[in-house]
């Protein structure tokens, strides 16, 4: 079992910057791909960023690619998702993610996750 705290939303405004960070319970946090996903109002809920178990391989949506950056911290038991150049588009719940395998970010639907941190961008 993994349990994932998530934080570090706000309002913002278009152009600023945000780090969200996602806590995980757990002695093998390093054995699991870190993800984040975010949900719009009215939307589906849609992938964002995803990074291997090392950190040595990163994966991003392209309406992001540029702008935000994932990274973590193993001996923290921690991931982030450092936010720039934000777009009142990006407004939308942000949640954390676990997975054992790193290509179900790809296609499929991550095992655990966090309860989600709102996220606004005002124009």
């Known amino acids: 079992q993994v349990q994932l705290v998530e934080s570090g939303g706000g309002l913002v405004q278009a152009g600023g910057s945000l780090r969200l960070s996602c806590a995980a319970s757990?002695?093998?946090?390093?054995?699991?791909?870190m993800g984040w996903f975010r949900q719009a109002p009215g939307k589906e809920r849609e992938f964002v960023a995803a990074i291997s178990w090392s950190g040595g391989s990163t994966y991003y949506a392209d309406s992001v690619k540029g702008r935000f950056t994932i990274s973590r911290d193993n001996a923290k038991n921690t991931v982030y998702l450092q936010m720039n150049s934000l777009k009142p588009e990006d407004t939308a719940v942000y949640y954390c993610?676990?997975?054992?395998?790193?290509?179900?970010?790809?296609?499929?639907?991550?095992?655990?996750w966090g309860q989600g941190t709102q996220v606004t961008v005002s124009s």
């Open positions: 757990g002695r093998t946090f390093s054995s699991y791909a």
């Open positions: 993610a676990a997975d054992r395998d790193y290509g179900t970010y790809y296609s499929g639907s991550p095992d655990y």
